[in-house]
């Protein structure tokens, strides 16, 4: 007998969109059976069960639409599960379920095999892919003869704007796909302070006590965002030792309140020590949404998000400063900068590590090196350099800093040639040719500054690295080269930003664990303006930071 799909949904509409879609995938081989309740389906599996090799069940939310609870909603749907479990364990489910949370249900798909449940709506178009895909491993098209075995990932998102207003939610993805979305909103009062001492981090640093203010920074930080009602119950479930490595953090962040060292977040009530770190545990961003205007004319996906980037091949220009020692003038104000004696090694290792994946993975496509060491214009060579194809990545190795203007604004820049004071170049001069660019990597001091972010966002560049503070110089070496390892070639990090710059965190912490700069970069990405909330940062205003010190990235 054919191979058979079994679809059941009370809606007659639905129950006909349903069959389309796996008939798309499955052909005319795979009979389709069509039901409006679960009992009729029940009884025609008694008879053809062993020929049945997916159950794809509408699990409405009955209630809230006057329907019976015994045809197609969630207490049907659980009672199905449990009997087709036990009678059918071969019998692959595919349960598509509404918003509305049912922890019941969740559990009992979490805790059997061959079962998956999904968010079902015109928000979530993902339950389309989980359906196409099951449908494939049903007519035998599938890599495996079962619904693949997927481990839960939870994505907690926490959207603050308006200084103390936002959104959470959680998303669960694997065998049990759901999302919860709630208001958050903080204590104003204890927010300011923690504004106020985020700011401060960077005298800390300089001052050589930035261990005992970064804990106390990230202790308070963790009780604000989650001692809130469900989310604190959420929180701690979703933080659970045997799924914190499954926990990825997701902040947008409104500009007056960028400066938070989220990514240095800690558990509460724990003993001091690397458990203790979010930073090192779970892979964390930051995500901007484009205005409308920006959205409508389209611009590129984050790195290896897309199919086009993760087929490759991937060309990247790899920019080095003139790593010799001088100043930059601007406006009659004059910023000093230390030799790089590490920038020129860390091109050559991140171009090895490009080779190496080049050689034994593929995807890789060109590897140009851009030093402007003696370069007579090095404006010029890097503009030129940057037209002459389409470079997916692109890194930066050398100073940067933020220019007080007039009107309380600030302006960030990039130091090509320190000698002399030869070349220093706007920033904002920089993103307007790197629409190309899916990746763009500043490997230089407080160039994770929103003012940096805030042009990056607007100029809609997908992806972005840079460091919140000062950097030491053989670190951020260290940092760069093992963030590109773990990127083309690590088992688990490979082609994610976020992953791969866990790795790094966690290396150049067991290397330097004295030392801050595990904690000073942070990764901001585009988002789905459709799921989150539409924010773009935007750089600092007048008075937000009492002083400002030069920046240098240190020998």
């Excluded at 509408?58 to 209630?63: D, E, K, L, M, Y």
Aim: net charge neutral.
């Amino acid at each position: 007998m054919s191979a058979t799909v079994f679809i059941v949904h009370e809606d007659a509409t639905m129950r006909e969109h349903l069959r389309q879609v796996v008939r798309a995938q499955v052909g005319s081989d795979v009979v389709l059976d069509l039901f409006a309740a679960f009992d009729p389906m029940r009884v025609a599996l008694e008879g053809k069960g062993s020929v049945v090799r997916l159950v794809v069940a509408g699990a409405s939310a009955p209630a809230a639409e006057g329907r019976r609870p015994d045809v197609t909603g969630h207490t049907a749907a659980k009672s199905f599960v449990l009997h087709a479990r036990e009678r059918w364990p071969e019998l692959d489910l595919l349960l598509l379920w509404t918003e509305e949370e049912d922890d019941e249900l969740r559990r009992i798909a979490e805790q059997h095999e061959r079962t998956r449940l999904v968010v079902f709506g015109p928000r979530h178009p993902s339950w389309k892919q989980s359906l196409r895909d099951c449908a494939k491993v049903a007519a035998g098209a599938g890599a495996s003869p079962a619904l693949p075995a997927q481990r839960t990932q939870t994505i907690l998102n926490i959207h603050l704007w308006h200084g103390i207003y936002g959104q959470w939610s959680l998303e669960r993805r694997g065998r049990v796909e759901a999302v919860q979305r709630r208001p958050l909103k903080l204590d104003p009062v204890k927010l300011s302070d923690l504004s106020f001492r985020s700011r401060e981090l960077s005298r800390a640093l300089e001052n050589g006590d930035w261990g005992p203010h970064l804990r106390g920074v990230a202790h308070d930080l963790e009780g604000l965002l989650f001692d809130n009602g469900r989310l604190k119950r959420t929180y701690q479930e979703a933080t659970r030792d045997e799924q914190r490595r499954q926990l990825r953090l997701i902040f947008g962040l409104g500009h007056e309140l960028h400066c938070l060292p989220v990514e240095v977040l800690k558990r509460r009530s724990e003993a001091l020590g690397e458990e203790q770190w979010h930073g090192l545990n779970s892979p964390m961003l930051r995500q901007y949404n484009a205005e409308p205007e920006q959205s409508a004319g389209g611009g590129r996906e984050p790195l290896f998000r897309d199919a086009y980037s993760r087929r490759g091949p991937i060309n990247s220009l790899i920019v080095v400063a003139d790593p010799e020692e001088g100043y930059s003038l601007i406006e009659e104000k004059e910023y000093g900068w230390p030799g790089l004696p590490h920038i020129e090694e860390e091109a050559r290792d991140i171009a090895s590590a490009l080779e190496h994946a080049k050689e034994h993975q593929g995807g890789v496509g060109r590897i140009d090196v851009l030093r402007l060491a003696g370069a007579a214009d090095a404006q010029k060579d890097l503009m030129e350099r940057l037209a002459e194809r389409e470079w997916h990545i692109v890194h930066f190795a050398g100073h940067s800093f933020v220019h007080p203007g007039a009107a309380g604004s600030f302006e960030p820049h990039i130091v090509l040639r320190a000698r002399g004071g030869m070349c220093t170049l706007k920033f904002a001069a920089l993103t307007r040719v790197l629409s190309p660019v899916r990746f763009l990597f500043l490997s230089s001091c407080q160039s994770a500054d929103a003012d940096f972010l805030a042009l990056a966002a607007r100029e809609l560049i997908p992806a972005v690295i840079g460091y919140r503070w000062n950097v030491n110089d053989e670190h951020a070496r260290w940092m760069a080269v093992e963030f590109y390892r773990a990127l083309f070639g690590g088992a688990d990090t490979r082609h994610s930003l976020a992953r791969a710059l866990l790795h790094a965190r966690r290396t150049i912490f067991e290397l330097h664990p004295e030392a801050p700069t595990w904690a000073s970069p942070l990764l901001l990405v585009r988002g789905d303006s459709a799921v989150t909330p539409r924010q773009v940062p935007r750089g600092r205003g007048a008075g937000a930071v009492a002083s400002r010190r030069p920046p240098v990235r240190t020998s």
